[in-house]
C-alpha cells in the first residue's frame, strides 16, 4: 500500500470509463483546451467528429463478391479502449520501470524503518562494538584480553555478580585463547599435540582475590597469560578490571596438569606439547603473595555445617563428560551458614582439587568456621574451611574462604524482577 501511494505520485491512473483515452493521443498536439489538467481528453474537437463520420460513410469493400468485414481506425479504437478480461489493478497498468520503482520505494521505506527500531535510544560507552568482541591478543601477543557485559541472570540478591560468574569468565578467555592463538584442537582447551595423545587439561589449585563485584549492566575487561608451573604444569592467571574505570575487580592464579581422558590418570607434559605452549609463556603472576596455608581436611566431628545429597545434573557436566571446576564452588558454598552470605562477600578463596566428579556421585559439602571474628558483628571478617567429598568419604576438592562485611546496597525483594 506504502508502495502504491509512493509511485501514484509520479503515474496518475488514467480514466478507462470511455473512447476518449483512445483518442487522447490524437488530440494531445492540436491545443492545449483540449487536455484537463491530469492530460485526458476532455472534449473532442469538431474537426476530429466530422472525420469520424467520413471513416463511417464509407463503403464496405467487396472481395469475390463477398463483403469483408474491415475495422475503422474508430472501431480499432474502441475495441483497444474496451475492458480486459483481466481485473485492472494499479501495478498491471504501470509500465514494466515503473513497477520497479514501486518495489525499490518499498524496500527503502522498509529499510529506513528498520533502522529507525535499532537507533531508538543513544549510544553509550559501553555498548560500543569494540567492547563486546570475541577478545584479542595484546602486548606482543602474550596476553588474551576480553570484554564481558554482566547479565540481568548473572546477579544475585545482593544485585552483584556471583563468585559463579566471574569464574565462568575466567573460563572462557582461557579457552578463547587457545583458540586465538590457533592451538585449539580436538579436546575442551586441549592443543593438537595433547588430542592427537588423548590429554585434557585438568586444574589442581585456584586462588582468586575480589576487590569488589561488578552490577548488572557493568562491563568488565578480563587479561588472562599463561606461564610455565614445574616440568609438567602450566600456571594460568588473570586479571579483572572494569572497562569504564579501569578499577581492579579480580586476580587470579591457577595450577593445570594433564590427564588422560581414557584412563582418568595424570600424565607428564610430552615435549611436542611444551614446544605448542612454551612460545606463550610469560614471566608474570597476577597475585603476588599466593595463600601457601595447607589445608586441612575436615571430617563430620570438626565441620560445624554439613550438606548431603549434593548431584550433579547432566548440564554440570563439561565436554570431557566431567563436571566443570566452576560447578563446585557452587558446592561448596551449599554449606555456609546463611548469616554469612547474607551480611558478608566473598573476598577470597583457595581451592586444591583432589579429583573429579562423575555423572552419578553423590557429594556431601562440609564447612567448619576456623576464624570468626565478629563476636556477634556483621562488620567483622570470617575466614572458612570447605570440604566436598563423595559419600564414600573421597576427597573432591578442599577449600578455604575469608569474608568481609557486605557493603551498603540498595534495598531488595524476592521475587521482584
Not at 557452587?330 to 551458614?337: D, F, K, N, Q
Not at 567429598?389 to 521475587?415: F, H, K, M, N, Y
Amino acid at each position: 500500500m506504502v508502495a502504491s501511494v509512493a509511485a501514484s505520485a509520479f503515474f496518475p491512473t488514467p480514466s478507462f470509463s470511455s473512447t476518449a483515452s483512445a483518442k487522447a493521443s490524437k488530440t494531445i498536439g492540436e491545443g492545449s483546451e483540449s487536455l484537463d489538467v491530469r492530460g485526458i481528453v476532455a472534449k473532442p474537437t469538431s474537426s476530429s467528429a466530422a472525420m469520424q463520420g467520413k471513416v463511417k460513410a464509407q463503403a464496405v469493400p467487396k472481395i469475390n463478391g463477398t463483403k469483408v468485414g474491415l475495422k475503422t481506425e474508430s472501431q480499432k479504437a474502441e475495441e483497444d479502449a474496451a475492458p480486459s478480461s483481466a481485473p485492472r489493478t494499479f501495478y498491471n497498468q504501470l509500465p514494466d520501470w515503473s513497477v520497479l520503482l514501486a518495489a525499490v520505494t518499498t524496500i527503502f521505506l522498509a529499510a529506513e524503518k528498520q533502522w529507525t527500531l535499532l537507533d531508538w535510544k543513544p549510544r553509550r560507552p559501553d555498548m560500543l562494538t569494540d567492547a563486546f568482541s570475541l577478545g584479542k591478543i595484546v602486548q606482543d601477543g602474550l596476553i588474551f584480553r576480553q570484554n564481558f557485559s554482566i547479565r540481568s541472570y548473572e546477579i544475585g540478591a545482593d544485585r552483584t555478580a556471583s563468585i559463579e560468574t566471574l569464574m565462568n569468565h575466567l573460563q572462557e578467555t582461557a579457552l578463547n585463547h587457545v583458540r586465538n592463538a590457533g592451538l585449539l584442537g580436538d579436546g575442551f582447551g586441549a592443543t593438537p599435540e595433547m588430542s592427537k595423545r588423548n590429554l585434557i587439561w585438568v586444574v589442581t589449585k585456584m586462588q582468586v582475590l575480589v576487590e569488589h563485584y561488578p552490577s548488572w549492566g557493568d562491563v568488565v575487561e578480563v587479561d588472562t597469560w599463561v606461564g610455565a608451573s614445574g616440568k609438567n604444569g602450566m600456571r594460568r592467571d588473570w586479571h579483572v578490571r572494569d572497562y569504564r574505570t579501569g578499577q581492579t575487580i579480580l586476580r587470579a592464579t591457577s595450577v593445570w596438569v594433564m590427564m588422560n581422558k581414557h584412563t582418568r590418570k595424570l600424565s607428564k607434559m610430552p615435549e611436542e606439547v611444551r614446544a605448542e605452549i612454551g612460545p606463550y609463556f610469560v614471566e608474570h603472576a597476577a597475585i603476588v603473595d599466593e595463600d601457601s596455608r595447607k589445608l586441612p581436611k575436615l571430617d563430620d566431628d570438626t565441620a560445624d555445617y554439613i550438606k548431603w545429597g549434593l548431584t550433579p545434573r547432566w548440564s554440570d557436566l563439561d565436554v570431557n563428560q566431567h563436571v566443570n571446576n566452576v560447578k563446585y564452588i557452587g558446592w561448596i558454598l551449599e554449606s555456609a551458614p546463611i548469616s554469612i552470605l547474607e551480611n558478608h562477600e566473598l573476598a577470597s578463596m583457595t581451592l586444591e582439587y583432589r579429583r573429579e566428579c562423575g555423572r552419578d556421585s553423590v557429594l556431601q559439602s562440609l564447612t567448619a568456621i576456623s576464624n570468626d571474628c565478629t563476636g556477634g558483628l556483621p562488620e567483622a571478617s570470617i575466614e572458612c574451611q570447605h570440604l566436598l567429598q563423595l559419600e564414600c568419604g573421597a576427597e573432591i576438592v578442599r577449600g578455604r574462604t575469608q569474608w568481609r562485611p557486605r557493603r551498603a546496597s540498595g534495598p531488595t525483594s524476592a521475587g521482584s524482577a
